[in-house]
């Protein structure tokens, strides 16, 4: 059965003059129109499509893939702000996807990059999207355990930090004074669960905790380090934000770990940096 809003493979039915009708199942015969056909697709094919609702409302289907289906989370850039229909957003498919002005924490503005849930307006059986993300995450005690690493969705700032979508269903918070270095809406990256407070909140962290994120990052300054004839031009006093670039750690975690390298003899802190010693 065909799903609206999300990539099906759909069996070709039938060739006509406005395209490709394919297979929909209970919702019947769907059209694939003639500019979205692959080359040499024909009756009996099956074929990987996404399915939803043209600018007339009729149920249509394209073979280019969308930057978000219904249920995901995702940064979309505004095309156009609508004063009273909403925001259209761009989300990789000939129609934009409608951002309405109810659906809005607060009004977005043309051309920047905002982070919404796409779901089913089952009132009208459109394709929308929302910025009042709270309301589409799972609220449920969260399954994960101190230390677990999850993929991160950059939602919006606070001042405490920032808020992240974790795994595409809960929100969790990095906190400000543990980054180092800002982070940008809509950006994607990996983290670590901190504390699930009792309230089940969840804190994150962009790295893993204790001597888990110490051992990692100290071998990868020493490979750093050998693979530019033993000196780095870094030490603790360099910007968190080069760390972080050269690293993917914080300040933090990389002062930890070249204090373990320089305990453990395999390193020297020069004025001019990090040199690797050498074996005698």
Not at 53 to 82: I, M, N, W, Y
Not at 87 to 113: C, N, S
Not at 260 to 280: A, C, F, V
Request: glycine residues 8%.
């Amino acid at each position: 059965m065909a799903i609206l809003g999300k990539l099906n493979r759909l069996t070709v039915l039938k060739d006509s003059s406005p395209g490709l009708y394919l297979d929909g199942g209970d919702l019947g015969e769907i059209l694939l129109p003639g500019d979205a056909i692959p080359k040499g697709a024909a009756p009996g094919d099956e074929l990987e499509v996404f399915l939803y609702r043209d600018s007339e409302d009729r149920l249509v289907c394209t073979t280019l893939k969308p930057l978000a289906q219904v249920g995901d989370f995702a940064p979309l850039v505004v095309r156009e702000a609508h004063p009273r229909l909403g925001a259209f957003l761009d989300w990789g498919l000939r129609k934009d996807l409608l951002l309405p002005i109810a659906e809005q924490e607060r009004r977005v503005e043309e051309g920047e990059t905002v982070v919404v849930f796409v779901f089913i307006d089952y009132q009208t059986e459109r394709i929308i999207a929302t910025t009042r993300l709270l309301a589409h995450t799972d609220h449920t005690p969260p399954p994960y355990k101190t230390g677990y690493e999850v993929s991160l969705l950059i939602s919006s700032e606070t001042p405490l930090g920032y808020n992240a979508i974790i795994n595409n269903s809960r929100m969790g918070l990095l906190y400000r004074a543990e980054l180092g270095t800002p982070l940008r809406i809509g950006q994607r990256c990996e983290g670590f669960v901190k504390t699930i407070r009792p309230d089940g909140k969840i804190d994150l962290s962009l790295d893993p905790a204790g001597y888990a994120r110490v051992k990692p990052l100290a071998e990868r300054i020493l490979a750093n380090l050998r693979a530019n004839n033993g000196h780095l031009a870094m030490s603790d006093t360099s910007p968190p934000e080069a760390i972080r670039a050269t690293f993917q750690a914080s300040k933090k975690a990389f002062k930890q770990a070249i204090g373990t390298l320089y305990r453990n003899r395999l390193i020297d802190l020069t004025p001019s940096g990090i040199q690797l010693k050498t074996p005698r």
